[in-house]
């Protein structure tokens, strides 16, 4: 799901590849959550030193409880993953530790489960807009009184 200015390279390699994948473009936002809550998992593959932090698309992951494999190298995220118990964090690029931590989540249901919950709980903590929100109101608020 999604795009990006590699989306039809990375279609092509992968059809080149016969890797099995579907991919799906960008889409209305109720559809993308529709698959996503009906996912396993969710891959959030950045390169080495993006400057991305806590992008949509991880609190996407969190909300609808999918365990996340990262490697994106952003320490906060990395952070909530671990205390969380919500993910695998990996070293961008280590295409054998993704294909690792992938298969561990399907060889082990109770560790897929117990990382589901956990990243619900970090959704609901720490990612949730409507908390986001009313702390910001709060913040610029004391700025004026």
Known sequence: ???????????????????????????????????LGASDIGVNPIVKGSVA?????????????????????????????????AGINLLPDDVAAVSQAIGSFYQNPASLKAYHDGSLLMASEKLSRQKSNESIIKMIKGLFL
């Open 53 to 85: 932090s806590l992008i949509n698309k991880v609190a996407d992951y969190a909300a609808c409880g999918l365990p996340v494999v990262n490697t994106q190298d952003c320490e906060e995220y990395c952070q909530l993953l671990d205390h969380y118990h």
């Open 1 to 35: 799901m999604g795009g990006g200015p590699e989306f039809e390279a990375i279609k092509e390699y992968a059809s080149h590849k016969k890797v099995p994948a579907e991919f799906l473009g960008l889409m209305p936002y109720d559809k993308m959550c529709e698959i």
